[in-house]
C-alpha cells in the first residue's frame, strides 16, 4: 500500500519534470542571470587583488599614492586572460570613459618594463582622481547597486550618497515613465477597438467570422519591415490618410502622423490588435446566446443590457487581453523606433543597446529588473483594485 | 369566448425561402394556460419569440391586450420569458437575478427587496438569495428563472421548453409547481413544448403544430381523444392506426371495410362511400376478450409481451395489423403466441384525415 | 524511481541533442541584403565550389554584445562575421578574435592602412554623408553648414537617431575642420558645442534607425535631405532610376573587417575565405553589385572607371572626407549615447 502511493507519486513526479525542467530553463535561469547581472559586480576585485587591498585606505580625493600606482602595475602585469582585461576595461570605462583606451596603453606599458610603476609617467591621466574612484569602487565589493541607480538616473556621489545624475546626462526615467504610458495607450486604443470589434466578430458566423478574425490576425502573418513600410506609406504627410483628407477638403495641411507619438500608437495598436481581440472573443462565444434576450424580455435596454450583462461577464477577456497588449507593448521598440519621433523611444530600445551594443550586460540586466519590477507593481495595484471591485459586489 | 387577449392575424415567417410559420391564426383569453406542441422545426419556438420580440414576422400582426406589439422591441413588451436554459445570469446572485427586471424599471430599493424575497418565497428559494446560479443544481436554478420571470407581474408569461434539461422526477414536479402558480396568480401562460405527457398536465389548450401550421386545437382531452389528424394521433399518445375504406356513414359513425374484408364501426364524419381513412385506436382502449355489442371485435395472435411495471404492453398480429395493447396487470397475462380475442367500442376509434 | 529517471534522461536528451551536432560546415556572417546577396555571388558560392566544401551564410544587424556572448558561451556557432570597425576595436582589446595570418593575405601593405588589424582584415570601406533628391534640388547642399541652414534649404532633414555622426556632422556645421573634429569632440567643450549646434535644428529633425529608411525618406519628400551611406544611395539610383546625389565632401568613412571569433571549430577555413575574398580579382567585382571601396590597393585599382566616381576610396572623393574615429567611440559611446538619448528625450 505504502510502496504503491509513492510508486505513483514518482510516477507524477516524472510526467511533470518536463514542465518543471522547462520553467528552470526558460523562466527561473533567466531572471537569475538578469538578477545577477544588474548587481554583481566581480571583476574588479578578481582582476585586481593587490590594487583592491591597498585602494581601500584611500581617500578618493587625494592625488594617488605611488603604492597604489604599483599595486595596480603589478594587477596589470598578472592578468594573463585576455577577455578577463577585457571586462575589467568594460567595467571602468563605464564608469568613466577613457579607460578603454587609457587601459591597453598602460598594460602594454607595464609589461614591456618591469619596473615601470609610475604610471602617471605612463599617462597624465593617472594623476587625475577621477580615473581612480571608478578602481576603488569597482575594486571595493563584488555586488553594486551602482547599475539599478543608473537605471533610474540615479548615482553614488563620492561620499557615497544617492544623488541625482546631473541633469541631460541620463532619461532613463523619463524613458522608463513613457514606455509605460504608451503601454497604456495602445492598451486603451486595442480596447476601444478590439472590444466592438470582438463583439461584431462573436456575433456573425461562418465566412464573415471567419474574415473578421483573419483581418485581425493578418498583422501577426507580415513581417515588420513590411508593416513598418506600409504604415509609412498610409502615414507620411502625402502618404494616403493625408492625401486623402486633403482632397476631401478636410484638412488644409497635413496631419502630423509620422515620426510623432500618434504613429507609434497607430502602428503598435495595429500589431497588437489580435493579443486583445482573440480573448475577448473567445470569452463572448462562450456567453449563452440566450442571456441578451433574456436580459431584453425582463425590461433591459439594448445599452443597459450590454452594460449590465455582456460587459461583466466579458471582463474575463478584458482583463487578459488588456494584460497581454500592455505586457507585449512595454517589449516594443522596433516599432516605436521607425515610426516614431525623438521622444517615442522605448526603453527596450535602451536596454538592447547595452545588451548587444555595449555588451553592457550589468545595465541590461538592471534595466530589465527595473521594468519588471515596475510591471509586477502596476499589476499588483490592478489585482488588489479588481479584487476590491469584486469584493464590493 | 371573451375578446381575445392575445391574437395573431394571418401572421407567417420565412427565413429565406423555407417558410417557419404559414399564416397562422390564434387567439387566446387572458388567464390562459396555452401549450405549443410539436416535433423540432414545426415552428413553435418561432412563434413564441415573434411574441416576445426577438423575431419579427415577415408578415401578418401580433396583437397583445388590443394594441398590436409586433414593431415593439422586447424591452418593452413586458412580457416574462422562461428560458430553454435558463439564462441566469452567472456574474450575479440569486437576488440580483432576479432583481434585474425591478431594476430595469427603476424601482425603489425598499419595494424591490420586498418584491425579490416573495418572489423567491413564492419558489421556494428564500434561503438562496445570496448564492450564484453556478452553486445550485439544476431545479433551483429553474425556479429562479421562473421568480424571475414573475417578479415584476407581467401579463404574459412565455416559457420555452423550461424543464427540458431536468430528470424525469424534478420535471413532474415543477409541472404541478408552475400549474399552481398558474391558477394562483391567474397568469397567462404560453408554454412550448416536444414533450406531450407535458402538454397533457399542464394546459387548458394544446395547440399542435407541424409545419408552420396548426393541425389542432383544443382541450388536452380533445386532442388526445379526438385527434383530427393522423399527425395529431400519432404525435399525441402512442395510437394504433388500420387503414380501410368507408363502406358507408352517417350519424357521426362509419362502417369502415379493411382490405382483410372484415368491417369495423368508428366514429367518424360524413365521409362518401369508397373513401381511404385510417382508424385510430388508443392501445388503452382495446380490451382482451369478447365484448358486448356494440363493439369491434378482432382476433389475433401475440406476438410480443413487453414489461412495463404498472402494465403490459401487446403486440399483435391482427388481420394484416399490427396492434399495440395495454394490458391492465388484474388480467392474467398472455403469452406470445397464445392466439386471443379483443374488442374495443365505436366511440374510442376515430376515423382522422390522412 | 526508474521511471523518473528515464523521463529525465529523456529530457536532457533531447535538450542535449538540439546542442550537440555533429562537425559544422564554414559559416559566414555578413550584413544581409543586396549587399550579401552580391558577396554570395562573387565570394561565397565560388569559394565552396574551389573548396569543395559547403559554406553557410547567415546575416546579423550587428551589435557587439552578440559577439561577446557567443564567444563567451565557448565553442561559438559563427566562424567568419564581418563587423563594424568598433566591434573590431572592441573584440581585439577584449581578445575574441583570432589572429589574422597576414602572409595569406599578401601581406600589410597590400592594403589600405587604416583596413589592417591583428584581429581583422578590411572588407569594404563605405560613406556616411549628406544625400539629397537631384531632381527635387538642382543646386544641393554641398557641407554640413548647408544642412543646418533651413533658410537657404527649407524643409525636414534626415539624421540617423544616435550620438556617433550626429556630434561629429554638428561639429563640421559649426566651422570645425574635418581633420580636427576628434579633436574637439575628444573634450567636455567640444561635446558641449556639438549638441548645441544639434539643438538648432532639433525642430527640423526626422530621425531614421534602420538604412533603407533614408531613402524612404527621401522618395516621399518626407525630408529634403538627410545623412545617408553612399552605398545605398548608388544602390537606389541603379535599381530604380533614381537621381539621388551623395556628397562626398565633409563624409565620414568607415572600414568594415573580417574577423574569425575565437574558439571558432573552422578558423582555418575561415582564414582561407578571408584571403579569398580579399584577393583583387575576387574583390574588384564588388563595385559592380555594390558601390564600395575596396581596402585592398590592389583590387581598387581594377575597379572599372565609371564606377570609381561612386565609391569612397577614389582619392578625389577621400579629400575633405575624414575616418571614423572607432577607439573615440569605443571609449564614449556609453556615455554620449546616455546623453544623446536624455537631449533626445528633452
Sequence with gaps: ?393 | ?354 | MKLLISSLIACSALIGGTLTTQARDLTVVSWGGNYQDAQKKIYFEPFAKETGKPLLDESWDGGYGVLQAKVKAGSPNWDAVQVESEELALGCADGIYEPIDWSKLGGKEAYLPAAVSDCGVGAIVWSTGIGYDGDKLKEGPKSWADFWDVQKFPGKRGLRKGAKYSLEFALMADGVAPADVYKVLGTPEGVDRAFKKLDEIKPHMVWWEAGAQPLQLLSSGEVVMTSAYNGRITGINRSEGKHFNFVFPQSIYAIDSWVILKGSENKDAAMDFIAFAGKPENQSKLPEYVAYGLPNLEAAKMVDAKFQPELPTTPANLENAIPLNADFWTDNSEELTQRFNAWLAQ
Design chain 2, 1 to 354: 369566448m371573451q375578446d381575445p387577449f392575445i391574437s395573431f392575424e394571418k401572421v407567417s415567417k420565412s427565413f429565406g425561402t423555407f417558410n417557419v410559420v404559414d399564416e397562422l391564426y390564434l387567439s387566446i383569453s387572458r388567464g390562459e394556460f396555452v401549450s405549443m406542441l410539436g416535433p423540432s422545426g414545426s415552428g413553435k419556438t418561432t412563434i413564441l419569440m415573434m411574441l416576445a420580440g426577438f423575431e419579427k414576422p415577415t408578415s401578418g400582426k401580433i396583437f397583445v391586450g388590443g394594441r398590436q406589439v409586433d414593431a415593439l422591441p422586447p424591452h418593452k413588451r413586458n412580457m416574462g420569458v422562461v428560458f430553454q436554459n435558463y439564462a441566469l445570469f452567472p456574474h450575479m446572485s440569486v437576488a440580483e437575478n432576479v432583481g434585474f427586471p425591478l431594476k430595469m424599471r427603476r424601482m425603489p430599493r425598499a419595494e424591490a427587496d420586498g418584491r425579490i424575497k416573495r418572489a423567491l418565497d413564492m419558489v421556494q428559494l428564500g434561503t438562496m438569495s445570496e448564492r450564484r446560479p453556478s452553486q445550485l443544481s439544476g431545479g433551483q436554478q429553474q425556479r429562479v428563472a421562473l421568480a424571475r420571470a414573475l417578479v415584476f407581474e407581467p401579463e404574459v408569461v412565455l416559457m420555452d421548453e423550461p424543464l427540458g434539461a431536468l430528470d424525469k422526477k424534478l420535471r413532474e414536479q415543477m409541472q404541478l409547481d408552475i400549474r399552481e402558480l398558474h391558477r394562483r396568480l391567474g397568469l397567462t401562460i404560453i408554454f412550448v413544448t416536444h414533450d406531450q405527457g407535458e402538454a397533457l398536465t399542464m394546459s387548458d389548450r394544446i395547440a399542435v403544430f407541424n409545419h408552420g401550421k396548426i393541425e389542432q386545437i383544443g382541450k388536452p382531452s380533445e386532442i388526445y381523444d379526438h385527434p383530427t389528424t393522423r399527425f395529431v394521433a400519432e404525435f399525441v399518445g402512442e395510437t394504433n392506426l388500420i387503414m380501410g375504406t368507408i363502406k358507408q356513414s352517417g350519424d357521426g359513425r362509419a362502417i369502415i371495410q379493411l382490405p382483410s374484408g372484415s368491417t369495423l364501426e368508428a366514429s367518424a364524419p360524413n365521409l362518401n362511400a369508397g373513401t381511404q381513412v385510417s382508424l385510430s385506436i388508443r392501445p388503452e382502449r382495446i380490451r382482451s376478450g369478447k365484448a358486448q355489442a356494440p363493439a369491434n371485435i378482432l382476433s389475433g395472435t401475440v406476438r410480443d409481451v413487453v414489461y412495463h411495471g404498472d402494465h403490459l404492453q401487446l403486440l399483435l398480429d391482427a388481420d394484416g395489423h399490427q396492434l399495440l395493447v395495454r394490458s391492465d396487470r388484474a388480467v392474467k397475462a398472455p403469452e406470445a403466441g397464445q392466439k386471443m380475442d379483443f374488442s374495443f367500442a365505436p366511440e374510442d376509434c376515430w376515423v382522422v384525415a390522412q
Design chain 1, 1 to 393: 500500500m505504502k510502496d504503491d502511493r509513492k510508486r505513483s507519486w514518482l510516477v507524477s513526479l516524472a510526467l511533470v519534470a518536463p514542465l518543471v525542467l522547462f520553467l528552470v530553463f526558460f523562466f527561473a535561469a533567466p531572471l537569475y542571470t538578469m538578477v545577477s547581472a544588474a548587481i554583481s559586480d566581480p571583476i574588479g576585485a578578481r582582476a585586481l587583488p593587490h590594487t583592491s587591498a591597498i585602494i581601500e585606505r584611500w581617500d578618493g580625493t587625494s592625488p594617488p599614492s605611488p603604492e597604489m600606482q604599483t599595486a595596480f602595475a603589478e594587477d596589470l602585469r598578472a592578468i594573463d586572460d585576455d577577455q578577463l582585461f577585457g571586462d575589467l576595461v568594460r567595467r571602468l570605462n563605464s564608469a568613466k570613459s577613457g579607460f578603454r583606451t587609457l587601459m591597453p596603453k598602460t598594460r602594454n606599458a607595464v609589461k614591456a618594463d618591469p619596473a615601470a610603476n609610475d604610471l602617471v609617467a605612463i599617462d597624465e591621466r593617472w594623476s587625475d582622481p577621477a580615473f581612480w574612484q571608478p578602481v576603488k569602487t569597482a575594486t571595493a565589493s563584488t555586488i553594486t547597486d551602482r547599475n539599478l541607480l543608473a537605471a533610474v538616473d540615479l548615482e553614488r556621489s563620492t561620499a557615497g550618497d544617492i544623488q541625482e545624475m546631473p541633469e541631460g546626462s541620463s532619461a532613463n526615467r523619463a524613458t522608463l515613465i513613457r514606455t509605460f504610458v504608451v503601454s497604456l495607450s495602445v492598451t486603451l486604443a486595442c480596447l476601444l477597438i478590439g472590444l466592438p470589434y470582438a463583439m461584431i466578430a462573436a456575433s456573425v458566423d461562418g465566412w464573415k467570422r471567419q474574415l473578421l478574425l483573419g483581418a485581425v490576425l493578418l498583422p501577426l502573418w507580415t513581417s515588420l519591415l513590411v508593416r513598418t513600410a506600409a504604415w509609412f506609406i498610409l502615414l507620411q504627410d502625402n502618404g494616403l490618410i493625408n492625401s486623402s483628407l486633403t482632397a476631401l477638403g478636410l484638412i488644409n495641411s497635413p496631419l502630423p502622423l509620422i515620426f510623432n507619438r500618434a504613429g507609434v500608437i497607430i502602428a503598435m495598436t495595429h500589431v497588437l490588435l489580435p493579443f486583445m481581440v482573440l480573448p475577448i472573443f473567445s470569452v463572448l462565444i462562450g456567453i449563452p446566446k440566450n442571456l441578451m434576450p433574456a436580459a431584453a424580455s425582463l425590461g433591459a435596454p439594448p445599452l443597459r443590457a450590454f452594460w449590465n450583462v455582456l460587459l461583466p461577464m466579458s471582463t474575463r477577456g478584458i482583463v487578459s487581453g488588456s494584460l497581454l497588449v500592455f505586457m507585449s507593448a512595454l517589449g516594443y521598440y522596433i516599432t516605436p523606433a521607425l515610426i516614431g519621433g525623438a521622444r517615442d523611444q522605448m526603453i527596450s530600445s535602451v536596454i538592447a543597446y547595452y545588451a548587444t551594443g555595449a555588451a553592457n550586460w550589468g545595465m541590461a540586466g538592471a534595466l530589465g529588473l527595473v521594468l519588471l519590477v515596475a510591471t509586477l507593481i502596476l499589476y499588483t495595484v490592478y489585482l488588489r483594485l479588481s479584487g476590491e471591485e469584486q469584493a464590493k459586489r
